[in-house]
């Protein structure tokens, strides 16, 4: 009996020692988040229905790029994410995802206040590939940022 009551008294001082630290390693986490934000210079402004309209324009391109019908120029995108993703690799990449999953087509774009990047869900052939897709925040809203998540297969 005392076994089982100090047993339980262990497993109870454990749980709260963890409580305490982890609570203690996210206050120290959550610190300089917040100061790095509070540094952070103030977002531009920007057109909502000029970026919105880019953003659709690209998603466009991206489709029919993966779809095979074009292909995307480096002229699409801004320096920094050529600088990080070769116009070749990318290519390759929406290639792979044609090859994998085959024909897509945007099945739905989830709505956000951000007027420069949106998630779509790809509808494709053999399964739904989630996409998100970011543009500059001024004109000519080249694309900043490009994400392929893993497909889900039909």
Not at 29 to 58: G, W, Y
Not at 81 to 98: G, H, M, T
Request: with cysteine; net charge positive; hydrophobic share 45%.
């Amino acid at each position: 009996m005392s076994f089982t009551k100090t047993r339980h008294a262990l497993c109870l001082s454990a749980l709260l020692a963890t409580a305490g630290f982890m609570s203690g390693a996210q206050a120290q986490t959550e610190a300089p988040a917040a100061e790095a934000a509070a540094q952070q210079p103030p977002a531009p402004s920007v057109d909502a229905q000029a970026a919105d309209a880019a953003l659709r324009k690209r998603l466009q391109a991206v489709v029919a790029a993966i779809e095979g019908k074009s292909k995307l120029t480096a002229s699409s995108f801004n320096e920094e994410f050529l600088k990080q993703s070769p116009i070749d690799n990318v290519q390759k990449a929406l290639e792979s995802v044609r090859t994998g999953v085959g024909s897509c087509q945007a099945a739905g774009r989830m709505e956000s206040p951000n007027p420069i990047a949106t998630s779509i869900l790809l509808n494709c052939t053999k399964g739904y590939v989630p996409m998100e897709l970011a543009v500059e925040p001024k004109a000519p809203y080249r694309i900043s940022g490009i994400l392929l998540r893993p497909a889900f297969w039909k």
